[in-house]
């Protein structure tokens, strides 16, 4: 196994566990916001609906990439597995710092599976936004 490869499989045997073991649990309506969140922005993904995609980034997304044509190129050319996944696993949320931490298993559609790991934000009126992902690699290959 590469350096870079074991770096990353250690990072996973840290992480994944810590979000079961989550001192602050998340209750059961924020989840079901949250996952509907997540999954609206992928079904407006799927439809190459921008705007809708666009409208459940945060605001600091909203102002960083300032229009839905920048972020769907943004999420074309660095997220295929949460823009096109051929499969989607909602693991365990974790609260932490007034956030939900949302880890999704997505196998891409070149049959890599990652974690994307989201970061939701409260907004002021209830709603949860997405605030950013970071997608880790599991290494694994779906057939």
Do not use: C
């Not at 590469?2 to 810590?18: E, G, V």
């Not at 997304?61 to 074309?76: A, L, S, Y």
């Not at 936004?129 to 290959?141: D, R």
């Amino acid at each position: 196994m590469t350096r870079p490869r074991i770096q990353l499989a250690a990072l996973l045997i840290l992480l994944i566990p810590s979000f079961a073991l989550a001192q602050d649990p998340v209750g059961a309506a924020a989840r079901a916001a949250v996952l509907a969140t997540i999954q609206a922005q992928m079904e407006a993904f799927r439809r190459d609906d921008g705007a809708a995609a666009f409208s459940h980034a945060s605001p600091g997304i909203r102002d960083r990439f300032q229009n839905p044509e920048i972020f769907m190129d943004m999420v074309r050319g660095g997220y295929s597995a949460v823009y096109r996944p051929r499969e989607v696993e909602f693991l365990e949320s974790r609260a932490e710092s007034g956030e939900i931490l949302q880890p999704v298993r997505v196998v891409g559609p070149d049959g890599k599976s990652a974690i994307a790991l989201y970061r939701m934000q409260r907004q002021a009126d209830g709603t949860w936004k997405i605030a950013g992902v970071v997608l880790l690699p599991t290494g694994e290959l779906s057939s």
